[in-house]
């Protein structure tokens, strides 16, 4: 069965730095999304993207966040300069159409800001 | 008022129970809702959606969903120690979570 998958697993950086989270989606889907979840609470909205442009967003989804589907396949998250707060797992989703259809998501990466 | 409430248990059950998960939701503009199963430091994996009132049955499970009063819930029959997860309510078409319930099945 087809999966979304996201690299790295686990990310270590420090406060300040850039970080680029990947995902490949399924190769069909045409919306894609990025949650979060900060370790015992609720995974969190931050951003949907369709059309090579971003649909909605959250109020999380600052200035310091951006998204580019940069060859057709990948689906990037990037912080542009990390804060001690944004340690969290990292959920891609990707979704074939947008009605009648559920999100499938990727196993995550796991951020962590030192 | 939260978007969607969920008891965050934890759930203690012994195998072969019947679990019963629910959430309830503010707004009735909401049309998806969804169940997913998140093992630890795992993805959230989709169990169930619908987007109508009603029962949805697939094997073990049914998702019930009553849009009159905002209130979606999971059932789990003959439960298994391999269920034992945290089971997360889902609604509207971007997905707002509810907070998960934990559920253990003892063998």
């Known amino acids: 069965e087809p999966e979304v998958t996201q690299t790295p697993s686990h990310q270590v950086t420090q406060m300040g730095q850039e970080v680029i989270l990947r995902c490949v989606p399924i190769?069909?889907?045409?919306?894609f999304y990025w949650y979060r979840q900060i370790l015992g609470q609720k995974v969190e909205f931050l951003v949907s993207f369709y059309n090579n442009e971003i649909s909605e967003k959250s109020e999380i989804f600052d200035d310091q966040f951006s998204v580019e589907r940069p060859d057709g396949s990948n689906f990037t998250l990037k912080i542009r300069s990390t804060k001690l707060e944004d340690s969290a797992m990292y959920f891609c989703?990707?979704?074939?159409?947008?009605?009648?259809?559920?999100?499938?998501f990727g196993n995550g990466t796991r951020l962590t800001v030192t | 008022q939260k978007e969607v409430e969920q008891d965050p248990g934890p759930l203690s059950v012994p195998e072969g129970a019947i679990v019963s998960l629910n959430c309830t939701y503010s707004?009735?503009?909401?049309?998806?809702f969804m169940w997913y199963r998140q093992y630890s430091r795992k993805g959230p994996e989709l169990l169930m959606y619908?987007?109508?009132?009603g029962n949805k049955e697939d094997g073990r499970f049914t998702a019930q969903v009553d849009k009159s009063s905002k209130y979606i819930s999971l059932f789990i029959r003959d439960s298994q120690p391999s269920d034992s997860a945290t089971y997360l309510c889902a609604v509207s078409r971007q997905l707002t979570f509810g907070s998960g319930t934990q559920l253990t099945v003892l063998p």
């Open positions: 707004n009735s503009a909401f049309q998806y």
């Open positions: 989703a990707s979704q074939a159409t947008v009605y009648n259809s559920p999100l499938h």
């Open positions: 619908t987007y109508s009132s």
């Open positions: 190769s069909n889907h045409l919306y």
